[in-house]
């Protein structure tokens, strides 16, 4: 195989569909572009000092003094050698990536709560809103439900890894080195915490927008055909008709990436109003993800946390984007990378999209 998509296609026509018990490999191809294999051990080395104790000099916080984030950038800079960043380099990073963790964080506070619909329920239950999980309709795997929040009528599936470890490399390969990775950049200049693509319906030109980002719209490239043939169906998707028309994808090259506290575009899911389901794959080294209650009840546990493994298959369905926050928590210790595709379905276009006009 010489190219992603004939990888793909060949990936699509011989895998084999007999569940694996194979966890994360640790031969993993990672890293990208310019990160490379000298990079990467470079990079990895410097960072020995800090695996142990976490992040060099404490996560900072936004009550730190000018002398404070002087020293915490100096205590990064002597950590991690191998970047080449100055003293004021890494002081400039961490203020940075302070304010978009801020201005995630607090986009929650701005938000009203929700009418509870079922007396004192937020949401009508499951069997009233003729809801059926993922997990209900895929008879070839079984799925587990860290949360069935049967009051918000939200849930979180998760299938352990059903494929073979080739398979996940080949995987790897594919989405790392064929899809349009961009790193976007704010209105301030920040840049974003970690790569993303965003693909889109034919003719659509919806940006995908998160935490003051906008990601443009790209069209499916070919390789995704045999990924979407093998992982769908195991979810109940059985069929291309029922199959969702768009992918949001996250490149994190090594622990310092992250994915900030969001919901999923709502915009273009609609999912304050109705329900809605997203599918994610999980490739590369283990991380976390986190989700939390926008408006908590009394006594309820303030953050949940599964860990993602390679291969991993997670949904988030029913009103989860309406009663909940999710995230990617930055973990310095992280050497590899990790990739995590979300597949969904658009409920809308935006006013300026060709398809929206169409409709119209």
Not at 77 to 100: C, E, I, L
Request: charge should be neutral; charged fraction near 25%; include cysteine.
């Amino acid at each position: 195989i010489t190219t992603a998509a004939a990888a793909a296609a060949a990936f699509g026509s011989s895998i084999e569909r007999t569940p694996s018990s194979s966890s994360l490999g640790t031969a993993m191809p990672f890293g990208r572009g310019t990160l490379g294999a000298a990079s990467a051990a470079s990079r990895r080395s410097s960072k020995e000092a800090s695996t142990a104790s976490g992040e060099p000099g404490g996560r900072p916080t936004s009550s730190m003094t000018e002398e404070e984030w002087t020293v915490w950038a100096y205590k990064r800079a002597t950590a991690d050698p191998g970047r080449g960043w100055s003293v004021d380099q890494w002081k400039d990073w961490g203020k940075k990536r302070m304010s978009v963790a801020s201005s995630a964080s607090s986009s929650s506070t701005r938000e009203a709560a929700p009418q509870r619909l079922n007396g004192d329920k937020w949401e009508q239950t499951r069997e009233m809103a003729k809801l059926k999980l993922l997990g209900e309709c895929a008879d070839q795997a079984y799925w587990s439900y860290p949360m069935l929040d049967e009051g918000r009528r939200s849930y979180v599936g998760y299938l352990k890894n059903p494929f073979p470890e080739w398979a996940l490399e080949q995987l790897f390969m594919i989405l790392r080195d064929d899809m349009p990775w961009r790193r976007p950049v704010d209105p301030r200049g920040v840049q974003g915490p970690s790569q993303m693509a965003w693909l889109a319906p034919p003719g659509c030109t919806c940006p995908y927008r998160c935490a003051g980002y906008d990601i443009p719209a790209r069209p499916f490239p070919a390789c995704m055909a045999g990924l979407m043939e093998e992982c769908l169906p195991r979810s109940g998707l059985t069929t291309k008709e029922m199959w969702p028309d768009a992918c949001l994808m996250y490149l994190f090259e090594d622990g310092e990436m992250y994915a900030p506290w969001q919901t999923l575009d709502e915009d273009l899911l609609q999912g304050r109003l109705w329900d809605t389901c997203t599918f994610s794959l999980c490739l590369g080294s283990a991380r976390h993800f986190e989700w939390r209650a926008k408006f908590p009840e009394e006594g309820e546990k303030p953050v949940r946390r599964l860990a993602l493994q390679n291969g991993d298959l997670l949904s988030a369905e029913g009103m989860f984007q309406k009663h909940f926050q999710f995230r990617v928590p930055h973990e310095a210790h992280i050497q590899g990378s990790f990739i995590i595709a979300t597949w969904l379905w658009m409920a809308q276009h935006r006013p300026t999209c060709p398809l929206a006009r169409g409709a119209r």
